[in-house]
């Protein structure tokens, strides 16, 4: 799987620059979610857009097995940035500060590398708006992807070199095929 995550490096490089090029705040995350949606629908999966309002949910696989859940965080946070380089922020006062970037671009790295496998049963993958911050009411992006589709599960925070994104791309992704092959449906 590391050896195919490298064949992808640069793409996850290049995701992982638009989005932190365009960040969005909580809830507001419409080019990212669309980005995302336009490229697993290319990939194949089939894809639920606007889910807890900006999130996105797409699937592989079918019923014959498990299911597990792959996550990741969209929102940027309410920061001017700083730094000095060609993927700098263009939403001035928004900024990928926490590293949600990064694990959009491995986790779609992730279902990339997923469509290529054989495997039984299915993963899903939760692509979640507003993880810093709440709505009007106090409410995140989970409990209102949640709140959209009762079958979603409540399912980490890594800020990286980008040199690192295939690495993590490649372990995601054969820990989800480890799980999916040695696990007997329920």
Known sequence: MLKQSYHIQEE???????????????FQEFRTS????DELEKLGYKVRRNVGRTGVVADW?????????????MDALPILEANEVPYKSQNDGTMHACGHDSHTAM?????TLLVKEKFP?????LFQPSEEAGDEQGISGAPRMIADDERFLHHPRLDLDERALPIGTAILAETVLRFLRNKKRD
């Not at 669309?34 to 949606?37: E, S, Y």
């Not at 986790?107 to 279902?111: D, P, R, T, Y």
């Not at 049963?121 to 993958?125: A, T």
């Open 12 to 26: 996850i490089i290049e995701w992982r620059r638009d989005f932190h090029t365009h960040p969005e705040l909580g």
């Open 34 to 37: 669309g980005k995302l949606a």
């Open 61 to 73: 696989g079918d019923e014959s097995g498990p299911c597990i859940a792959v996550r990741a965080d």
């Open 107 to 111: 986790v779609l790295g992730v279902a």
């Open 121 to 125: 049963g299915k993963v899903r993958f």
